[in-house]
Each structure stands twice: as C-alpha cells, then as structure tokens.
C-alpha cells in the first residue's frame, strides 16, 4: 500500500528536480533586466529598435513587460522589475519622492490628441480648449471610450474630466474598455466614439481607423515619458547596475537621435520627440 | 472580407517563405505547450489512475474538485503563478517569472486537472471485475494500475489531446506568466493579441492560422495513433 504512493512521491520529486535543472540558472543572473513600460512603446513599434540596439551594445538582456503606466509603477512599488519607461508624471514624482525610485529622466515626448468620429457630433473642431472640448462631449452625451486601465493616458484623461467639472463616472455614453491604447482605438472606430490617445499610437493605427484628429496642440495635452530606475537600497534583487545602462543608454545621443526620426520613413512624420539632451521645445509645460 | 482575404494571403506568404520571426514563434509554442502537456500527462495520469482505483472517504469531494479544475480559467492560473514567482514571492528565489518555464509551470497547472479527469473517467469506463482479475492472476496493484492505464490507453489519447488543446490555445496565463517578450516567451496566441492591438490585422489573421493548422496537425498525427492502436486491438 505504502510503496505505491512513496514511488508516485518520489516520480513527482524527481519531476521537479529534473525541471530545476533545466532552467538555466542565468534567467536569475545580472545579465537581464525587466523593464516595466507602457503599451505605446510597443504597440508603436518603438522598443522593437531601441532595445534590440541596447541589448548588443551593452550585453543585457531586456524582458519588456508592454503594460500601463499605472501597472508598470505597481511593479516598481513591489520591486519586480528593474527600470520603467513610463508616461505619467504625477504619479512617477510621487514614486520618486517616497522612495521607489530613483534618478527620473526625460526621455522623449509626444502629445495626446483628441480622436472622434468624422462627423464630430459634439462639433468639438475648432474648440479653443481640450477641457472645453470635453466639456462639449459630455453635454451632447456623445460616446466617449476610456482607457479605464489607470495607464498614463487614463490618468490624463480622467484630470482633464475633473478640470472641466464634468461627472463622467457611471454616465451612459461614458465607456471603460479596460484595453491597450491600440485596442481602444478600435473600438472608438467601430462605436463612432471619441477617445483620447497618444499621438504616436494613433498615427500608427490611422490607416485601419474611422476616426479623425479632431482636437491637438493644448498645452494640458502634453504627454512627456521618463525613465526611472527602482531604489536598489529598498530593493536589494534589483538590478542596479543594469537598470542605470538602460538608463543611460535611453539618454545617449544615439538613442535620442533614433527616437528623432523614429516614423518618419513610414508615417512623414516623427511619433516622438528626444527629451533628454535639450530642452523640451515646441510644447512648453 | 478583403480584409480576411489579405490575412489569408500574408498567413501562405509568412508559410512558404518561412518567416524568421514567425517561425521562432511557432517553434517556441510547440515547445512549451508540448513539454507542459508531457508534465500534465505524467502528473494527470498517475493521479487519475490513483482516484479511480482507490476507495477512500472523500473520494467524491476529490474527484468533484478535479472536475472543477477541468475548467480552470487560465487568468486565474496566471495571476497565482505570477505572484508565486515574483522575485519576492515563495519561489521568487527560482527567477523564472517572464521566462518559457513560467509558461510551462502555468500551462501545466491548466492541463493537469484536464488530463487528470479523463483518466479518471476512462478507468472508470472499464469493468470493475478486470481490477479483481488481474490481482487473482497474482499481480501487484501497481501492476495492475500499469494494466489499466495499457487497457485505457485509447481514452487516454483523448485526454493528451484535450490537455494539449487547451494549453496552445490559452492566452491569459501566458501573457501574464510570460510577458509576451519579443524573441522569448513570444507565443502565437500573445502574437496574435499584441499585432491585433497594433493594428496589424493581416499578421494577426495569419498567425491564427497558423495555430489552427499547428493545432490541427498535431491532432492529426495524434488521432493516426490513436486509431492504429484500436485497429490492432
């Protein structure tokens, strides 16, 4: 009786063993790092050169884990990942001044820009401010998706609703996907509803969307990312040295120059714009 | 519709002329859910053999839970397994989270309950008096259980297949678990999200094809043995 389950314990045992053995014990070691960022870097193609580039220069291997800004600083907040390239600056300055992280800094940036429908129902074209257009949303009770994901373009959204003194929360034309940038976008297209994107996602999708730039250029609606390192003193299974390569390879004048024509080939027109070495231009805070 | 057409054309394209990428991909997913599958086999099979032949109290709340586990939503699965090897969590120490292995741990816990209360039901379809014969013929139980499972065999071809079905085709576990990094724990079900969210329609028709026809094939060679076998019975 006793024999059969010592060998089926013993079989379940040594499965374990042999699966300890097969993982390489260098997915633990310094030569990986885990950046946390956010879905516009990748669903814009962005990572996809930058990171290759890195991982020769400098011999490390990148995990990059595509999520929101919000998740990326909860990762961070737990130190499971390394560094994160993420746009949403409130909540990175309070990540930075309670201790989570370290060393922000300005990595590039782009703008939000407000998408509709074609035929813009709110009449929201023209319209001398983002919060004024928002406003005009709410009141024609257009359908309005939401990232609904706490990501950097969430956070944004919801403060332009709350300056406008708009109640948005539970209201009928006012829809949380739950989804990535790109996904969200799709859904704005097929619900004729507006949304509020980055630029550099939108200009990737446009040619699939039905949905045209309908708002751009107010200054609330600048959207600037930055790098940041996780407090290796609060968190001693972080990657330092790595994370501060990253760092400083994102700041390089090389990264920074790829990050300039970054689209240009394919859209005409560049998706982002290097922050690191200059002064930001062109949209002042 | 032109759309479908388009995704069709770029899945024979992406075929014959073996994209890098794509093929890295396919090749890694085989991979993965194939060795999580073998993992579940081992597992599901000595549990359900043990269920079935087995009377003990609670026999029914155990063989319940199992059923119940069939269905294990693999978000569920994920999100354990990710806070299970968080670098600060129980098996952080083991560093395999955003790894293949994270995948494979994962989809294993999907697929073992799966094959577990196949074998368990297959043991169960054969007679009851087989169990007595063998022993009378003066083998132990635990060759006994070997007979059963050689007797069982065909179903148990059913219970590979169902494991290994639902583990290439799920999603939420592997994305969590894995983080869909590019050139490593990339799967044709996290391609297929992430080029849908790009926009990327085309690429994305075309990876669902490929994991039909993988899945298709893979079922094939499997039903041809299963088959033989039960010629040659």
């Keep these: ?285 | 519709m032109e759309l479908i057409l388009e995704g069709v054309l770029k899945a024979i394209k992406m075929l014959i002329s073996l994209d890098r990428e794509v093929l890295d991909i396919t090749i890694l997913s085989i991979k993965v859910s194939g060795i999580a599958t073998a993992i579940s086999v081992v597992i599901g099979v000595t549990t359900g053999t043990l269920i079935a032949i087995n009377d003990f109290p609670g026999k029914k709340v155990a063989l319940s839970l199992v059923n119940t586990a069939m269905g294990l939503p693999p978000v569920v699965v994920g999100l354990f397994v990710t806070i299970f090897l968080w670098r600060n969590g129980p098996f952080g120490f083991l560093g395999i989270l955003y790894t293949p292995y994270a995948i494979i741990v994962a989809q294993a816990v999907i697929a073992t309950p799966i094959v577990t209360g196949i074998t368990v039901a297959a043991m169960q379809q054969l007679p009851k008096k087989l169990q007595l014969q063998i022993l009378a013929l003066g083998a132990s139980r635990f060759q006994m259980a070997v007979i059963l499972i050689k007797e069982a065999k065909l179903s148990l071809f059913a219970a590979v297949m169902a494991g290994f079905g639902g583990v290439i085709s799920e999603i939420g576990a592997s994305i969590m678990v894995g983080g869909n990094i590019k050139g490593y724990t990339r799967v044709l079900t996290t391609a297929t999200v992430m080029e849908t969210s790009k926009g990327n329609f085309d690429v994305a028709i075309a990876l669902s094809i490929i994991l039909f026809l993988l899945a298709y094939f893979i079922n094939l060679i499997l039903t041809y043995i299963q088959q033989k076998e039960s010629g040659s019975r």
């Design chain 1, 1 to 285: 009786m006793c024999f059969r389950y010592i060998k089926y314990g013993t079989s379940v045992f040594l499965m374990f063993i042999i699966f300890t053995v097969i993982c390489p014990p260098s997915s633990a070691g310094e030569k990986n790092i885990i950046l946390a960022t956010t879905t516009s870097t990748q669903d814009s193609g962005l990572s996809d050169v930058l990171i290759p580039l890195f991982e020769k220069k400098y011999g490390y291997f990148v995990k990059t884990i595509a999520i929101g800004s919000g998740q990326a600083i909860r990762m961070g907040m737990k130190g499971e990942a390394d560094v994160l390239l993420i746009h949403s600056p409130e909540e990175e300055e309070k990540f930075v001044s309670e201790g989570f992280g370290i060393n922000r800094r300005p990595i590039m940036y782009n703008d939000f820009v407000l998408v509709g429908p074609p035929s813009d129902p709110a009449k929201i074209i023209g319209t001398g401010s983002v919060v004024k257009a928002f406003r005009k949303i709410a009141e024609s009770k257009s359908i309005f998706i939401s990232r609904g994901d706490n990501s950097g373009t969430n956070i944004k959204e919801r403060a332009l609703w709350r300056q406008g003194g708009v109640k948005y929360e539970g209201e009928r034309w006012y829809h949380e996907s739950g989804l990535g940038m790109g996904q969200t976008l799709n859904i704005a297209s097929e619900k004729r509803a507006y949304t509020l994107s980055d630029r550099a996602t939108y200009i990737t999708l446009k040619k699939r969307l039905d949905l045209t730039l309908l708002f751009e250029g107010d200054r609330l609606l600048l959207n600037p990312y930055h790098v940041i390192e996780v407090n290796p003193l609060r968190f001693p299974k972080v990657n330092k040295a790595g994370a501060r390569a990253f760092s400083d390879f994102l700041s390089s004048k090389e990264a920074q120059s790829i990050i300039k024509v970054f689209g240009v080939d394919r859209f005409g027109q560049p998706l982002f714009f290097p922050a690191a070495p200059k002064k930001q231009k062109g949209l002042e805070r």
